[in-house]
């Protein structure tokens, strides 16, 4: 509407945040558990006076800052660039409710990445003591950043009756603190913290894996089970701090959990279903992989068996945040904003005005311009769908003449209560205009014989 | 009386009439052997987990499918209408795809492992025969859902034995049911499916069972070049055991994550009065003989049925060849012969996978 649209065919744009967000929760997530693991380790190393231990920290925390100081903050990086490129609406509305959070987490960012530093090149340099405390600033730091990224990422899930009610009103920042203590903030929270110590627990795995058993059975027995202990929280408590999230978010989005429980049908949304799913088998293997074959048999664990662990957390993480994405559907954020961007309250003013007479970026400036068709497209399908890759409109509409594909965007258009679509999908916002030329574009894409000699209608130029 | 005691009093009532202590001891005994191939041996484990997986599942669907003329719409309703109906046929297909790449690749890790030799021959024979028999499951249940690719697939696929010379016609026409592929084929398919095959295959594989017990694992010749004393060994019980359930357990994993991220689709519902829609195929483990079968046919001499012929009898030529190896390359002595097996098993391989790729890239 306010910003050029970000065309990215066969990934389609969300795939360009999601492969850059679960790499980077993966990286975050181990920062802010390793932040907690690497004092803890180092305290109890030195009251037991394990110097073995002592030393395989100092190996670990180098991989600890390489990790979480290099991948872990370029990600972070990246995901803004992609946020704000793919998604400008939204990020425009994260950036005037939460900037004062986001200086905040910046803040703590940088005392994060300084002492992860400090703390590993003054290994053996420093007071013992001083060094532990280092470790608990880091610690500090990192769960700072988690409780302050916490609120605004529920914020976008449930934002809540008292920031909805000055939405739009231009004193939306006045809510910040509503906004902030959302209605899923405190089951998400509980619920990271569990998978920080969860993913503390799988790269200390892989660290203490590579320690030879044959020669240092002890340390590596002692490492192994040690770190294999840090998902007990997310054993004993994950059901139930799920129940709690669940039953905090609105039963509208709670439904859509469901509807992939009777059906696998392409266009039904039954996704999300499927991909919780995974994180059921693979969370419940994480569990088991690791008593076995980690807390049974720590001398005998190996590189493999590490890797194998981690890949399987990588796969729960990676259908945990998809799945916590697609719970928002229709919006991106919760009755405020539909997913395309589309502000809840502007629909009805598109619907008179046309899409088109909002967007202020249709006209490319050269003589060649987009037709309104692929405008309306970009805009209002872009978000979720392409043409011919991820969620395919050419796939999805097959078989479908022109009066039927017409009358599927009608169907979206009118957004009737009782419409299948109506539970995931925004309304295709705009005039009956606006309905021909996507039906038109689209028609071109779906049955290119057909559309042959189609005139496309150009847009307007501003 | 503690939980404790209560257990242990009815270990000693059961161990009493069945021995368990006796099988473990047993089981204590046995070792699986380390070197670098040992990677291998786990597959045969992997097959027989994803057969358990297609047992379970396929008694759920069997509650909802409905075999003849209701069969396309009794699936539609497990795929579209049950409650994780959907999840029970992807798991179940996915299986038996998953079943048969680990049997082949468990199939070849013993041919190159020369697993087939003295005293194993009858190891050898028989997984060849669960082989042939799996295969049979995999193009009976590729019908029973009726819609029109398993349809026009299974149609041609039927008209390969009508080739075979006199009785060729009579063959297919008893699997069909007719003299053309309808709701009686299903029903005969099904009932081979459920009943039939069953009934050869769990007996068999128990016998393949029994046997890998009683000769253990072969060491392959690299490893047999070095004294058994200096060999290396885990324990099978629990060492093996507990890195084959870990197997099992990430083979669960990749089947759910199959199953979920592809489910299973179901196409429109059979026409028999419709031409045959485009890109009819097999499946990829039919692939192979399917393409060589029109590769021959493609051979200028050899053009209509003679070509057919002759591709179903170098087919069974080779299949014949490949069983029959224990009998050729049968002792560790055997250099030369050994090493004709070897190419022999690579040249398969290699055919194996070059009229695959063929196949896929020419589906019209």
């Given at each position: 509407m306010n910003y050029p649209f970000w065309d990215i065919p066969y990934l389609g744009s969300g795939w360009v945040i999601g492969?850059?967000?679960?790499?980077?929760?993966?990286?975050?997530?181990f920062a802010v558990g390793g932040g907690l693991y690497l004092p803890l380790a180092e305290r109890k190393a030195m009251r037991e006076g394990r110097s073995d231990w002592l030393q395989e920290l100092v190996g670990y925390s180098r991989f600890f800052l390489l990790l979480t100081g290099v991948f872990g903050t370029i990600s972070g990086v990246g995901i803004w660039f992609a946020i704000g490129l793919t998604h400008p609406e939204g990020t425009s509305t994260l950036i005037h409710n939460f900037v004062?959070?986001?200086?905040?987490?910046?803040?703590?960012f940088m005392v994060e990445l300084s002492t992860a530093a400090v703390y590993y090149y003054t290994w053996n340099r420093i007071d013992p003591k001083l060094h532990l405390t280092v470790g608990w600033v880091y610690a500090g730091a990192s769960v700072a950043t988690l409780v302050i990224i916490n609120g605004i990422l529920t914020f976008?899930?449930?934002?809540?009756?008292?920031?909805?009610?000055?939405?739009?009103?231009?004193?939306?920042?006045?809510?910040?603190?509503?906004?902030?203590?959302?209605?899923?903030?405190?089951?998400?929270?509980?619920?990271?913290?569990?998978?920080?110590?969860?993913?503390?627990?799988?790269w200390a795995l892989i660290s203490a894996s590579r320690i030879d058993g044959g020669t240092l059975p002890q340390l590596k027995s002692s490492l192994v089970k040690w770190s294999t202990r840090w998902l007990i929280p997310s054993f004993v408590a994950m059901p139930f701090l799920f129940a709690w999230y669940l039953a905090m978010v609105p039963a509208s989005q709670r439904a859509l959990l469901r509807l992939g429980i009777d059906t696998a049908g392409a266009g039904t949304f039954s996704t999300i279903t499927r991909i919780a799913l995974i994180i059921i088998i693979t969370s419940a293997t994480i569990i088991g992989v690791a008593y076995y074959l980690a807390y049974r048999n720590p001398v005998e664990f190996n590189l493999a068996h590490a890797v194998a662990i981690l890949m399987l957390a990588l796969m729960a993480t990676g259908a945990g945040e998809y799945s916590r994405e697609m719970l928002r559907k229709p919006f991106v954020i919760g009755r405020w904003m539909y997913s395309n961007g589309v502000r809840v309250?502007?629909?009805?003013?598109?619907?008179?005005?046309?899409?088109?007479?909002?967007?202020?970026?249709?006209?490319?400036?050269?003589?060649?311009?987009?037709?309104?068709?692929?405008?309306?497209?970009?805009?209002?399908?872009?978000?979720?769908?392409?043409?011919?890759?991820?969620?395919?409109?050419?796939?999805?509409?097959?078989?479908?003449?022109?009066?039927?594909?017409?009358?599927f965007i009608t169907m979206l258009h009118e957004y009737k209560a009782d419409s299948p679509y109506h539970r995931f999908m925004p309304p295709m916002v705009g005039t009956r205009q606006d309905v021909n030329d996507l039906t038109d574009y689209l028609n071109a894409h779906v049955n290119p014989a057909a559309a042959v000699g189609l005139k496309t209608v150009q847009t307007a130029q501003k | 009386m503690t939980t404790k005691t209560i257990a242990a009093s009815v270990y000693d009532w059961v161990d009493e009439r069945l021995g368990i202590t006796e099988l473990a001891a047993f089981a204590r005994h046995k070792t699986v052997p380390v070197h670098a191939q040992s990677f291998w041996y786990y597959w045969g484990g992997i097959s027989l987990f994803l057969f358990l997986v297609q047992c379970f599942t396929g008694v759920l669907l069997l509650v909802y499918y409905?075999?003849?003329?209701?069969?396309?719409?009794?699936?539609?309703?497990?795929?579209?209408v049950m409650n994780f109906g959907w999840l029970i046929r992807s798991a179940h297909s996915w299986a038996a795809n998953l079943m048969m790449f680990s049997v082949l690749v468990h199939m070849f890790s013993v041919y190159f492992m020369k697993a087939y030799r003295k005293p194993r021959e009858f190891g050898w024979l028989s997984g060849m025969a669960l082989l042939g028999l799996a295969s049979v499951f995999g193009f009976s249940g590729y019908l029973l859902p009726m819609?029109?690719?398993?349809?026009?697939?299974?149609?041609?696929?039927?008209q390969i034995p009508v080739a075979i010379p006199f009785v060729g016609p009579a063959i297919a026409n008893m699997l069909r049911g007719g003299p053309d592929v309808t709701e009686f084929t299903v029903q005969r398919f099904f009932a081979l499916h459920?009943?039939?095959?069953?009934?050869?295959?769990?007996?068999?594989?128990?016998?393949?069972?029994?046997?890998?017990?009683?000769?253990?694992?072969?060491?392959?010749?690299?490893?047999?070049?070095?004294?058994?004393?200096?060999?290396?060994?885990?324990?099978?019980?629990?060492?093996?055991?507990?890195?084959?359930?870990a197997m099992w357990i990430i083979s669960l994993n990749v089947l759910a994550l199959m199953a979920s991220v592809f489910p299973w689709a179901l196409g429109k519902q059979y026409d028999a009065l419709a031409p045959a829609p485009t890109g009819i195929h097999p499946e990829w483990y039919f692939m192979s003989p399917f393409e060589m079968l029109k590769l021959l046919g493609m051979v200028n001499w050899l053009q209509g049925e003679s070509g057919e012929i002759a591709g179903i009898l170098l087919f069974t030529l080779g299949i014949a060849l490949w069983t029959l190896?224990?009998?050729?390359?049968?002792?560790?002595?055997?250099?030369?012969?050994?090493?004709?097996?070897?190419?022999?098993?690579?040249?398969?391989?290699?055919?194996?996978?070059?009229?695959?790729?063929?196949?896929?890239?020419?589906?019209?």
């Amino acid at each position: 509407m306010n910003y050029p649209f970000w065309d990215i065919p066969y990934l389609g744009s969300g795939w360009v945040i999601g492969i850059i967000a679960i790499f980077h929760v993966m990286i975050s997530q181990f920062a802010v558990g390793g932040g907690l693991y690497l004092p803890l380790a180092e305290r109890k190393a030195m009251r037991e006076g394990r110097s073995d231990w002592l030393q395989e920290l100092v190996g670990y925390s180098r991989f600890f800052l390489l990790l979480t100081g290099v991948f872990g903050t370029i990600s972070g990086v990246g995901i803004w660039f992609a946020i704000g490129l793919t998604h400008p609406e939204g990020t425009s509305t994260l950036i005037h409710n939460f900037v004062f959070g986001w200086a905040i987490e910046w803040v703590f960012f940088m005392v994060e990445l300084s002492t992860a530093a400090v703390y590993y090149y003054t290994w053996n340099r420093i007071d013992p003591k001083l060094h532990l405390t280092v470790g608990w600033v880091y610690a500090g730091a990192s769960v700072a950043t988690l409780v302050i990224i916490n609120g605004i990422l529920t914020f976008m899930l449930t934002p809540g009756d008292t920031w909805l009610a000055v939405a739009g009103t231009g004193h939306e920042a006045s809510k910040f603190w509503n906004a902030f203590f959302n209605p899923t903030y405190w089951p998400s929270l509980m619920l990271r913290t569990c998978v920080c110590c969860s993913l503390a627990g799988i790269w200390a795995l892989i660290s203490a894996s590579r320690i030879d058993g044959g020669t240092l059975p002890q340390l590596k027995s002692s490492l192994v089970k040690w770190s294999t202990r840090w998902l007990i929280p997310s054993f004993v408590a994950m059901p139930f701090l799920f129940a709690w999230y669940l039953a905090m978010v609105p039963a509208s989005q709670r439904a859509l959990l469901r509807l992939g429980i009777d059906t696998a049908g392409a266009g039904t949304f039954s996704t999300i279903t499927r991909i919780a799913l995974i994180i059921i088998i693979t969370s419940a293997t994480i569990i088991g992989v690791a008593y076995y074959l980690a807390y049974r048999n720590p001398v005998e664990f190996n590189l493999a068996h590490a890797v194998a662990i981690l890949m399987l957390a990588l796969m729960a993480t990676g259908a945990g945040e998809y799945s916590r994405e697609m719970l928002r559907k229709p919006f991106v954020i919760g009755r405020w904003m539909y997913s395309n961007g589309v502000r809840v309250p502007y629909a009805a003013k598109i619907d008179q005005q046309g899409y088109l007479a909002h967007s202020e970026w249709v006209w490319n400036g050269s003589g060649t311009s987009y037709s309104r068709g692929e405008a309306i497209f970009r805009g209002e399908c872009g978000s979720c769908h392409t043409l011919e890759g991820y969620r395919p409109l050419t796939s999805l509409l097959a078989g479908r003449d022109r009066a039927n594909i017409e009358s599927f965007i009608t169907m979206l258009h009118e957004y009737k209560a009782d419409s299948p679509y109506h539970r995931f999908m925004p309304p295709m916002v705009g005039t009956r205009q606006d309905v021909n030329d996507l039906t038109d574009y689209l028609n071109a894409h779906v049955n290119p014989a057909a559309a042959v000699g189609l005139k496309t209608v150009q847009t307007a130029q501003k | 009386m503690t939980t404790k005691t209560i257990a242990a009093s009815v270990y000693d009532w059961v161990d009493e009439r069945l021995g368990i202590t006796e099988l473990a001891a047993f089981a204590r005994h046995k070792t699986v052997p380390v070197h670098a191939q040992s990677f291998w041996y786990y597959w045969g484990g992997i097959s027989l987990f994803l057969f358990l997986v297609q047992c379970f599942t396929g008694v759920l669907l069997l509650v909802y499918y409905r075999p003849g003329a209701e069969a396309f719409e009794s699936v539609r309703q497990i795929t579209f209408v049950m409650n994780f109906g959907w999840l029970i046929r992807s798991a179940h297909s996915w299986a038996a795809n998953l079943m048969m790449f680990s049997v082949l690749v468990h199939m070849f890790s013993v041919y190159f492992m020369k697993a087939y030799r003295k005293p194993r021959e009858f190891g050898w024979l028989s997984g060849m025969a669960l082989l042939g028999l799996a295969s049979v499951f995999g193009f009976s249940g590729y019908l029973l859902p009726m819609d029109e690719l398993s349809y026009f697939a299974t149609k041609v696929g039927l008209q390969i034995p009508v080739a075979i010379p006199f009785v060729g016609p009579a063959i297919a026409n008893m699997l069909r049911g007719g003299p053309d592929v309808t709701e009686f084929t299903v029903q005969r398919f099904f009932a081979l499916h459920v009943v039939v095959l069953p009934a050869l295959f769990v007996p068999l594989l128990a016998f393949h069972l029994f046997l890998v017990q009683k000769h253990g694992n072969a060491v392959p010749p690299s490893e047999e070049l070095i004294a058994p004393e200096h060999r290396k060994s885990v324990p099978f019980m629990p060492t093996f055991l507990r890195k084959d359930l870990a197997m099992w357990i990430i083979s669960l994993n990749v089947l759910a994550l199959m199953a979920s991220v592809f489910p299973w689709a179901l196409g429109k519902q059979y026409d028999a009065l419709a031409p045959a829609p485009t890109g009819i195929h097999p499946e990829w483990y039919f692939m192979s003989p399917f393409e060589m079968l029109k590769l021959l046919g493609m051979v200028n001499w050899l053009q209509g049925e003679s070509g057919e012929i002759a591709g179903i009898l170098l087919f069974t030529l080779g299949i014949a060849l490949w069983t029959l190896i224990p009998f050729y390359d049968n002792d560790k002595e055997s250099g030369r012969r050994g090493r004709i097996a070897h190419y022999f098993g690579l040249l398969a391989i290699f055919a194996l996978v070059a009229t695959t790729a063929i196949g896929y890239w020419t589906i019209r």
